[in-house]
Every structure is written in C-alpha cells, then in structure tokens.
C-alpha cells in the first residue's frame, strides 16, 4: 500500500466506485436506450433526448462518452473524397537513405 494515505486508502474502501463513474455509467445507458429507438441518432441529438430522461449533461461530455462507448451515428460524413493522394518519393540511394526533398519556387 505504499504511495497512498490511510485516509485516502480508507475513504476509498468506504465508496470504491466515484459519484462521476455512477452518473457517467446511467448517462451511457440512457444514450443506448435513446440510440436503439433511433440509430440514426448521432451524440448532438442524444444529447438534446436526455433532459427528458432527466440527465442534464453538456454536448461535448456525451460526444465524449459516445465515442468511448462506441454509440454511432448510421449515418456518417465521409471526409477527404475530394482530396489529392500525396505521392512521395520511395526510392533510397544505394547508402539506404531517402534523396533529400527538392523545393520549388512558386511564381
């Protein structure tokens, strides 16, 4: 037990679990609940269901215990379609280095 204090050690044992811990595992039962109704239900509007189940929780907390939790939205954006591949040089010179990057101007 060494590294902690007594009264820490002790005031643990009485309540292992914390106060957060408790609401944050009802908050992600509520959020499933809500999800399973509707999984097109992405974090911003669980997050505006559950004052109806009577948890009053901030966006960013649920988009926090969303992601961790694994609760997705069907529906997602999908990001970087339209963007260039960059192509990078993968030839080595024979001492088993990468040729340095040549710079150019622009105009």
Not at 16 to 35: K, S
Not at 43 to 52: C, G, K, V
Not at 58 to 86: A, F, M, T
């Amino acid at each position: 037990m060494s590294g902690f204090s007594k009264q820490g050690y002790y005031r643990w044992r009485a309540s292992p679990v914390t106060e957060r811990d408790w609401v944050d595992a009802h908050l992600v039962n509520a959020a499933l609940d809500i999800h399973a109704d509707d999984p097109a239900f992405g974090y911003r509007f669980i997050a505006d269901e559950l004052p109806e189940k009577g948890i009053m929780a901030g966006e960013n907390r649920v988009q926090r215990l969303c992601r961790d939790h694994g609760i997705w939205s069907v529906y997602s954006k999908k990001r970087g379609l339209n963007r260039k591949p960059v192509h990078r040089s993968t030839t080595t010179w024979s001492n088993g280095t990468s040729p340095p990057l040549r710079r150019t101007s622009c105009g």
